[in-house]
């Protein structure tokens, strides 16, 4: 027999139809089971990102939009804003750099407008929300959780009077005569300065400025909202951006500056802030990961992006000022800090930690009575990872 017999055993007979296999009721619906996650999955994930993509376009038409009011008050064209150097009352900005810090009477800040807090993030320390306190040498504030750094004054250092001894009564002739023993001198505290890394083209004292004064005025918006204190300049242009200060570090992590809930939220300073009358102003932003509010202030950790872009404008309502980049650090949420210093040591301490810390060189010292505003915003390189841009407020 040929071995290409095939067998007939298995074939259809005659008015038959070959049989499927057919899958067991249990795992047919395991399939079905299967898919709808998969679907739901999908779905989710996809209303998601455009939930976010929304979110991120609503927040970037609303400060657009800040802008061209701002803008509109002038009469100038928000296209060719950067090009007309034009303070914030409609004069010569070199003239308001000289301006005197503002008073804490002053500063529409200090008395923020009650709002509605909606928290959204547990910070380390949220800026913008509880009333800013006068904050004494001996006063501690209570360390807060996340987005907001805890704070707290360092105790001021009061010279006590040694009491009077009294000597006995002697006669002329039987005092001796002595000589004065000198005091013996201290060495000052050194700040630290850097000797290799800086732009050969920045200037020794202050930091190459390179962006252009926008006609921004401050007062005129204060009436619309009362509490917008300033109005931060930067980066190329990536941060133009409003700085609230509310009644507590909560609020303004989850609402824009018109109070419109919203992730984005706002740049804000600390609640507990004068604005700039302390030594330290913080600034918050979230660290949006499409690049908004302060979403690529981590561009500072390179030495080449800051030898391109050394300073911030800050608009206020007592003027305008130049924030001169003092040093980029990473910390984590953990790290407190100091609105006030009230000791020229502890002042030039915390400037030296913070230059030796720095992932850049800059030429920049502040020296005891400098003001410094820091920019202070999330990081991925760690657990509750911060990064700090500290700067120099110019006088």
Same mark, same amino acid.
């Given at each position: %027999?040929?071995?290409?017999?095939?067998?007939?055993?298995?074939?259809?007979?005659? *008015?038959?139809? @070959?049989?499927?296999?057919?899958?067991?009721?249990?795992?047919?619906?395991?399939?079905?089971?299967?898919?709808?996650? =998969?679907?739901?999955?999908?779905?989710?994930?996809?209303?998601?990102?455009?939930?976010?993509?929304?979110?991120?376009?609503?927040?970037?038409?609303?400060?657009?939009?800040?802008?061209?009011?701002?803008?509109? %008050?002038?009469?100038?064209? &928000? +296209?060719?804003? *950067?090009?007309?150097?034009?303070?914030?009352?409609?004069?010569?900005?070199?003239?308001?750099?000289?301006?005197?810090?503002?008073?804490?009477?002053? #500063?529409?800040?200090?008395?923020?407008?009650?709002?509605?807090?909606?928290?959204?993030?547990? &910070?380390?320390?949220?800026?913008?929300?509880?009333?800013?306190?006068?904050?004494?040498?001996?006063?501690?504030?209570?360390?807060?959780? $996340?987005?907001?750094?805890?704070?707290?004054?360092?105790?001021?250092?009061?010279?006590?009077?040694?009491?009077?001894?009294?000597?006995?009564? #002697?006669?002329?002739? #039987?005092?001796?005569?002595?000589?004065?023993?000198?005091? &013996?001198?201290?060495?000052?505290? #050194?700040?630290?300065?850097?000797?290799?890394?800086?732009?050969?083209?920045? &200037?020794?004292?202050?930091?190459?400025?390179?962006?252009?004064?926008?006609?921004?005025?401050?007062?005129?918006?204060?009436?619309?909202?009362?509490?917008?204190?300033? /109005?931060?300049?930067?980066?190329?242009?990536?941060?133009?951006?409003?700085? %609230?200060?509310?009644? $507590?570090?909560?609020?303004?992590?989850?609402?824009?500056?018109?109070?419109?809930?919203? *992730? !984005?939220?706002?740049?804000?300073?600390?609640?507990?802030?004068?604005?700039?009358?302390?030594?330290?102003?913080?600034?918050?932003?979230?660290?949006? @990961?499409?690049?908004?509010?302060?979403?690529?202030?981590?561009?500072?950790?390179?030495?080449?992006?800051?030898?391109?872009?050394?300073?911030?404008?800050?608009?206020? +309502?007592?003027?305008? /000022?130049?924030?001169?980049?003092?040093?980029?650090?990473?910390?984590?949420?953990?790290?407190?800090?100091?609105?006030? /210093?009230?000791?020229?040591?502890?002042?030039?301490? +915390?400037?030296? $930690? /913070?230059?030796? @810390?720095?992932?850049?060189?800059?030429?920049?010292?502040?020296?005891?009575?400098?003001?410094?505003?820091?920019?202070?915003? !999330?990081?991925?390189?760690?657990?509750?990872?911060?990064? =700090?841009?500290? !700067?120099?407020?110019?006088?």
């Amino acid at each position: %027999m040929g071995t290409d017999t095939k067998r007939t055993d298995d074939l259809p007979k005659k *008015g038959q139809s @070959r049989k499927r296999a057919v899958l067991p009721k249990k795992y047919k619906i395991l399939y079905v089971l299967v898919l709808l996650v =998969l679907l739901g999955v999908i779905g989710f994930s996809g209303y998601k990102v455009i939930s976010q993509l929304m979110v991120y376009r609503e927040a970037e038409a609303a400060y657009d939009d800040l802008l061209k009011e701002l803008m509109n %008050m002038t009469g100038t064209d &928000p +296209a060719n804003s *950067g090009e007309e150097l034009v303070s914030s009352e409609g004069t010569d900005p070199a003239a308001s750099q000289t301006e005197d810090l503002p008073s804490s009477s002053d #500063q529409p800040g200090s008395s923020p407008a009650a709002t509605d807090p909606v928290p959204s993030e547990t &910070p380390a320390e949220t800026p913008a929300e509880t009333p800013a306190q006068p904050q004494t040498p001996e006063e501690t504030l209570p360390v807060q959780t $996340d987005p907001v750094p805890s704070q707290t004054d360092p105790p001021a250092t009061q010279p006590q009077t040694p009491a009077p001894t009294q000597q006995p009564t #002697q006669k002329p002739t #039987q005092t001796p005569t002595q000589k004065p023993t000198p005091a &013996p001198t201290q060495k000052p505290t #050194q700040p630290y300065v850097p000797t290799e890394g800086v732009s050969v083209d920045a &200037p020794h004292t202050q930091a190459a400025d390179n962006l252009g004064w926008l006609p921004i005025s401050v007062r005129s918006m204060q009436d619309h909202y009362p509490e917008m204190v300033a /109005y931060l300049q930067g980066m190329d242009g990536a941060v133009t951006l409003p700085v %609230m200060q509310g009644r $507590d570090n909560e609020y303004y992590l989850t609402h824009l500056y018109n109070g419109v809930p919203n *992730g !984005c939220g706002a740049l804000f300073v600390d609640a507990r802030n004068h604005f700039l009358q302390d030594d330290v102003t913080l600034i918050y932003g979230h660290h949006m @990961r499409n690049g908004s509010m302060f979403g690529q202030l981590e561009k500072y950790k390179t030495q080449s992006y800051y030898n391109k872009n050394q300073v911030f404008h800050l608009y206020t +309502a007592n003027g305008n /000022y130049i924030l001169e980049v003092v040093a980029a650090v990473y910390t984590n949420a953990s790290e407190g800090f100091y609105f006030n /210093y009230y000791t020229k040591d502890n002042y030039d301490k +915390a400037v030296t $930690d /913070y230059k030796t @810390r720095s992932l850049i060189r800059t030429n920049i010292t502040p020296v005891y009575g400098d003001k410094l505003v820091i920019l202070y915003t !999330c990081s991925y390189q760690e657990t509750d990872g911060r990064f =700090l841009v500290i !700067c120099r407020v110019a006088s």
